[in-house]
T-cell receptor
């Protein structure tokens, strides 16, 4: 059974730092991996989706990598800003289980000025 | 604007009083699903629908019902709510049923408290 774990559970950093958020999954047989941002009262916003055949995806200051062999994905945030404060969730779609996302519990990020 | 909407956004109710949380998407998506989010457990899938009149159980379906009579709507029904159903609920959709590579879009969430 696929399980997704995110470390750390919470992170507080000063503005301007480069950050790495970690996501690990127990079964390397995934179809894709998606990173979301969750803001209070606003639901989940998709940030990046990495297909199993890809190694990374980039959007602005965000870069997500995927290493299926080690069961890991990382979300890199460059030059963090207070507006980046949110909870970040990773979710995997397992092979043969296309009908759901399996989520980690999230990393709560606070970027202070 | 492409979006998934949910109503109500907040609801406090009592044990046993039937309720419905509505979900609607304006993107003509085939696939829709419901998740609940609890502290420390992440989001867990309750039910999903591949298309109109096609629904199936997720990981935690007990105590819930759904229907998909129209493509755009996917209501979540709690026939007899209990306190352990107190949670934050999210509706989601994606373009195609077989499109596991499609981005999923989420609604803003419904915070339900059952007393």
């Amino acid at each position: 059974k696929q399980e997704v774990t995110q470390i750390p559970a919470a992170l507080s950093v000063p503005e301007g730092e480069n950050l790495v958020l970690n996501c690990s999954f127990t079964d390397s047989a995934i179809y894709n991996l998606q990173w979301f941002r969750q803001d209070p009262g606003k639901g989940l916003t998709s940030l990046l989706l990495i297909q199993s055949s890809q190694r990374e995806q980039t959007s602005g200051r965000l870069n997500a990598s995927l290493d299926k062999s080690s069961g890991r994905s990382t979300l890199y945030i460059a030059a963090s800003q207070p507006g980046d404060s949110a909870t970040y969730l990773c979710a995997a779609i397992p092979w043969g289980g296309y009908n759901k996302l399996i989520f980690g519990a999230g990393t709560r990020l606070a970027v202070h000025p | 604007e492409a979006q998934v909407t949910q109503n109500p956004r907040y609801l406090i109710t009592v044990t046993g009083k039937k309720l419905t949380v509505t979900c609607s998407q304006n993107m003509n998506h085939e696939y829709m699903s419901w998740y609940r989010q609890d502290p420390g457990l992440g989001l867990r899938q309750i039910y999903y629908s591949m298309n109109v009149e096609v629904t199936d159980k997720g990981d935690v379906p007990e105590g819930y019902k759904v229907s998909r009579k129209e493509k755009r709507n996917f209501p979540l029904i709690l026939e007899s709510p209990s306190p352990n159903q107190t949670s934050l609920y999210f509706c989601a959709s994606r373009e195609t049923s077989g499109g596991a590579g499609d981005t999923q879009y989420f609604g803003p969430g419904t915070r339900l408290t059952v007393l």
